[in-house]
């Protein structure tokens, strides 16, 4: 259940907004092999000044994942989000920063208040 956060400068439109976010989710089941419904995406659009000394297409995509999944998978992610989101907008590679936050089951509360760690969550990060 991995958490998705998205920062872009704003102005884009509602297309390529979908697409950066669809792309990134579908890189996220293919790589990751998390649930097709696990999606938890927060786009976040900033003025031109919050940029400072990027330009207009930069975007980040910023990943906070249970700890376990190998170097393989997180190189596969990459490649596929890359792809993805090139494919159906005007950005090209360099454009896109992506970073996982890998974070062990302990440090996560779900489910009410539960320690993920300390539930069956039928999920092996290592997609097994």
Known sequence: MPLIKIHMRDGKSK????TVLDG????LVSAFKIPANDR???LSEYDAEHFDGRDENFTVVEILAYSGRTKDMKRDLYKKIVE???K???LVPTDI????NDIPKDNWG???GLMASELDLGVNPQGK
Do not use: S, Y
């Not at 297309?15 to 979908?18: A, N």
């Not at 990134?24 to 890189?27: L, M």
């Open 88 to 90: 159906g907008t005007k």
């Open 24 to 27: 990134v989710h579908a890189a």
């Open 110 to 112: 779900i489910r009410g």
């Open 97 to 100: 920063f992506i970073v996982i």
């Open 15 to 18: 297309e390529h907004k979908k």
């Open 40 to 42: 938890i995406i927060l």
């Open 84 to 86: 993805n989101v090139c």
